[in-house]
């Protein structure tokens, strides 16, 4: 049943792409503004109650709807599993920003791709070179590819052979929400303990996934080069899990990948001549420089991989039928 409820999610959100400020989202924003607000007191257990409630409550529900409609119909409980899979996985919650950005350098509208990167990424992009650009629409595109796609369908088949329906699927994305909003502010909001938590727990629920979807990028693409950018480079990126993906994706279809976060101003050279710290020196894999036609190697390899891991939860679903 777990292989045609994604299936399924897949096809219908393809067809009929969720609205950002969906009814479903928007109250769980909601929900994790009231945790956040209820419950940070600065005190380091009241960060991690905090997270808990604002992930873990929606993740219960969830699981808590499923085991009721189970009890009643299996149908009813199919159903709801492909709706919490439509509003949780699925490449049109930002595929749409990667067409825009490759349609205007397809067209020699840089200033157009530089307007839709700074609106997808909500920071200034005027004055990054060319070859940078393409790099950070790589990179982007294949987080957001790992974040709404294989890491919830990780979870999401995790929890479920457990009974527990579409909780995963709904847990993944609340910490990674989560991990993006519970961020430092003007403000001083919030805590440095609530900050902590969620940056602690999306470490721990992420790294399962990230190796999983780095192994498809490398069964799929340069297994040798893949493999080698992952074990050589994946530590150095600022967030290891994230560089776990990056660097397999550098080697996969050799590109280089790593350096300057967007929005990042220069470094200042070391006051030592020639002795420039790990931390004035960007990471960068190896591989070619970013050219426009990677940005099409990269659907490929995020499609061929979203077609293995279907093909094998299929013979997984065959070999379990009587």
């Not at 994604?6 to 096809?11: C, D, E, N, R, S």
């Not at 159903?79 to 509003?87: A, D, K, S």
């Not at 595109?141 to 974040?147: F, G, I, M, N, P």
């Not at 550098?250 to 929005?263: E, Y």
């Amino acid at each position: 049943m777990t292989f045609f409820a994604i299936l399924l999610a897949l096809l219908v959100e393809q067809a009929r792409p969720l609205a950002f400020d969906n009814a479903v989202q928007s109250g769980l924003r909601g929900w994790a503004r009231w945790a956040r607000r209820s419950f940070d007191t600065g005190q380091h257990r009241h960060g991690s109650v905090a997270w808990a409630v604002a992930a873990g409550g929606p993740a219960l529900l969830v699981a808590a709807v499923h085991l009721l409609l189970w009890q009643f119909s299996v149908v009813l409980a199919f159903v709801w599993m492909v709706l919490v899979l439509y509003h949780t996985v699925g490449f049109r919650q930002f595929s749409h920003h990667f067409t825009e950005i490759r349609d205007a350098l397809e067209a020699g509208d840089e200033a157009g791709a530089r307007q839709a990167l700074a609106r997808w990424q909500r920071v200034d992009v005027q004055g990054v070179a060319r070859d940078e650009l393409l790099r950070h629409v790589i990179e982007h595109s294949v987080l957001a590819a790992h974040r709404h796609v294989f890491g919830v369908l990780v979870w999401f088949l995790a929890l479920a052979l457990l009974g527990l329906g579409p909780a995963g699927a709904v847990l993944y994305r609340m910490a990674e929400y989560l991990s993006r909003n519970w961020q430092a502010r003007p403000d001083g909001t919030p805590s440095p303990s609530l900050q902590r938590a969620a940056q602690a727990a999306w470490r721990v629920i992420d790294h399962v996934p990230v190796r999983l979807t780095a192994l498809a990028f490398a069964v799929v693409g340069n297994f040798e080069d893949a493999v080698a950018s992952w074990r050589q480079d994946a530590a150095r990126f600022p967030q290891p899990n994230d560089g776990v993906v990056l660097a397999a994706t550098a080697g996969a279809i050799n590109v280089r990948l790593g350096g300057r976060a967007l929005g990042e101003p220069p470094r200042l050279p070391s006051a030592t001549p020639g002795a420039a710290t790990a931390e004035e020196a960007p990471v960068s894999t190896d591989g070619r420089e970013p050219q426009l036609a990677h940005l099409g190697s990269v659907v490929g390899l995020v499609w061929r991989s979203v077609v293995m891991w279907m093909l094998l939860l299929a013979l997984l679903t065959l070999a379990r039928l009587p």
